[in-house]
């Protein structure tokens, strides 16, 4: 059963333009939700957070929007870099389950210069 | 840097053998997590322990363990290794917010 799913494996995008990665979540306890960017043979990197009781979050070039009635979280970067290029992680966790998070599969970004 | 600490970065061991991996958290982090990141498969919750006590566990098997010691640091055991034992096995630690950062991460690879 997978509880968080991202449906694009990978997404390509230029320089400068917007890049848009969503995230699907199944579980309406969830109440936490994440985004982390992974290079190979890296951990995971914590980019920006939301909480259920907010709709959008800004940081610098990262904001994550959340629709809870859809049950849709999407990540907008703003203007998308080279050094972009990497998979984007979604995570979710519920305060009903303590602090484990629930990973999607991943997208894989790439920003052609 | 998240100031996550792991080691060994690379493990190679053989079917039937116990390994031992350590995470070092964050200063001032309590909690500790083991995830496991296998090649067709996502990143996994294994096991979660905050302050030395274990506080929540995931699809972590019989043959695996671990430990938070009153350092904060944790281990997590593996034995009777199995090919299908061969990933990414991260720590994250955390503080009083549901952020969790996450270390570089321990390759292990069982032959």
């Known amino acids: 059963d997978q509880q968080v799913k991202q449906n694009s494996p990978s997404l390509s995008v230029q320089e400068g333009r917007i890049s848009i990665l969503n995230c699907d979540y199944t579980n309406s306890m969830f109440d936490y939700f994440l985004w982390y960017k992974k290079y190979p043979a890296e951990g995971p990197t914590f980019l920006i957070s939301i909480s259920s009781i907010k709709d959008k979050n800004e940081d610098g070039r990262f904001t994550v929007f959340l629709n809870k009635s859809a049950k849709h979280l999407s990540l907008h970067i703003v203007p998308s870099q080279p050094g972009d290029s990497a998979v984007y992680f979604c995570a979710a966790s519920a305060e009903t389950s303590g602090s484990r998070l629930t990973f999607g599969e991943g997208t894989q970004l790439t920003v052609n210069p | 840097d998240s100031g996550v600490t792991q080691t060994p970065k690379h493990l190679i061991t053989a079917t039937g053998q116990r390994v031992t991996l350590r995470c070092s958290p964050r200063s001032g982090d309590l909690s500790v997590y083991w995830y496991q990141q296998s090649l067709d498969q996502g990143l996994q919750f294994l096991i979660q322990y905050y302050n030395g006590e274990e506080r929540a566990k995931g699809n972590i098997l019989e043959r695996f363990s671990a430990q938070q010691f009153p350092d904060l640091h944790s281990e997590l055991n593996l034995s009777s290794l199995e090919l299908g034992d061969s990933a990414l096995y991260f720590c994250?630690?955390?503080?009083?917010?549901?952020?969790?950062?996450f270390g570089p991460g321990t390759r292990l690879t069982v032959l």
């Open positions: 994250a630690s955390s503080a009083n917010t549901d952020t969790q950062y």
